[in-house]
């Protein structure tokens, strides 16, 4: 948090300048940009609330809900009465999922604002969500005492109509034909028989059960493989990547390095293709767990009402229990370490430490699977606070020194947005890859993919832009609060 000093007019009216042209960076989509503009008017003048929350909503729209947060905090410290204080800061509440926080300031938006119509519609709908959550916290079934949804599923019994001209397994093998023929139906926006996306997402789960929390992954000298980072069901972006780099094979493998779904309203087509090439060639295709591969972002950033629309409401346990198997860590050719998210709150952690975790469960709030799924690299050296408000952030040092200590050469992560696709940071020793480009179509970026070649591992990275897409906007699916605050 800046200190804030005494101004003179002059700062004032200089910080006054660069929060227009921060303004116009935030509107041209340029948030980290205006973040940065921003904190030179703080800088200047740390006396204005409206810094402080105006540089809250660009954090918000980098996800960075920690700091939006903070900065929404001070903003309310300097002007206990300027709501739009509150309504930052609620809404950086609602995006981590932490609804009574955030039903508390919108209650306090309406105190300051009795006759704002907009602000009684946002209230209403945050305590419709809030109540919605507790109602589902009070029914839910202890982990212990849940039957598995997958065990109760038998979709040999389920009817396939006459008249759906849609792809169709024959018998129990997933085949290219059919994957090819999926591909083409979900490209036209038609829909998978739910019979077969039965098949699909049951037989994925009985071999993702099976692996470990952290797989080992061995390429042939001589022979290829590619990782990529987040997609967001960004389904035509995916499709690209495959006319860029070829369709998953034995001879070509990935790495779908997690956060398959959500933000992108065409999560359902992303999950249901990577998971049939996972049925069709298991050493083809392999997935990493996100954050986003979880209960609480599927209820806010728009999967779980995918589902509901698109295949059914039972469908919404089958994917929340097969999510739950997912690995959390890849080793390629014992060099390459590659997670979601990132590193440890402590030195020590090996390799055999991340293997023992017990990763069938809802992602905790703290702990090694945590920091796996949602920390960030940071330029400066040791660790710091998440910008994110969950996990943490990790230097160079603690980078070169995880690497050193296991044995390996380079650390891959995803989860961040990146102007070009990806970053290479850390002295080389860190690569953000993330490919989901123009992300929520309005962030700009590049996506890219990374090939490693064995022997050598050298990172070979593609970058490309976004494709069009039918005119679905992102989080069409997501709860209506949550648009409200976007």
Known sequence: MANIVPTSNGSIEKAEEIKILANEAFKANKFSHSIDL??????????????WANRAFAHTKLEEYGCAVQDATKAIEINPKYSKGYYRRGAAYLSMGKFKEALKDFQQVKRICPNDPDAARKLRECEKAYQKIRFEEAIAVQDSQRHSVADSIDYHSIEVEAQYNGARIEGEVVTLQFVKKMLDD???????????????????????????????????????????????????????????????????????????????????????????????????????????????????????GEVKSKLSEAFVELFAEVFCCLPLAHVINDKVFVVHGGLFSVDGVKLSDIRAIDRFCEPPEEGLMCEILWSDPQPQYGRGPSK??????????????????????????????????????????????????????????????IRFKAPHLKPDIVTFPSVPHPNVMPMAYANNFLRLFS
């Open 186 to 304: 979900f490209k036209n926006q038609k829909c998978l028989h739910k019979r077969y996306a039965y098949q699909i997402i049951l037989q994925a789960r009985e071999m993702l059960r099976a692996m470990s929390s952290l797989v080992d992954i061995t390429i042939p000298d001589g022979h290829h493989f590619t990782v990529c980072g987040d997609v967001h069901g960004q389904f035509y972006d995916l499709l690209n990547i495959f006319e860029l780099n070829g369709l998953p094979s034995e001879e070509n493998p990935y790495l779908f390095n997690g956060d398959f779904v959500d933000r992108g309203s065409f999560s359902v087509e992303v999950i249901l293709t990577l998971f049939a090439f996972k049925c069709m060639a298991p050493s083809a295709m392999h997935l990493a767990r996100g954050n986003h591969e979880s209960k609480n972002m599927n209820k806010i950033y728009g999967f779980e």
């Open 38 to 51: 921003y904190s030179e008017a703080i800088n200047l003048n740390g006396h204005n609330a409206v810094y």
């Open 388 to 449: 994110r408000g969950v996990g943490l952030s990790f230097g160079e040092d603690v980078t070169k020194r995880f690497l050193q200590e296991n044995n390996l050469d380079l650390l891959v992560r995803s989860h961040e947005v990146k102007d070009e696709g990806y970053e290479i940071e850390h002295d080389g020793k860190l690569i953000t890859v993330f490919s989901a480009p123009n992300y929520c179509d309005q962030m700009g970026n590049k996506g890219a993919f």
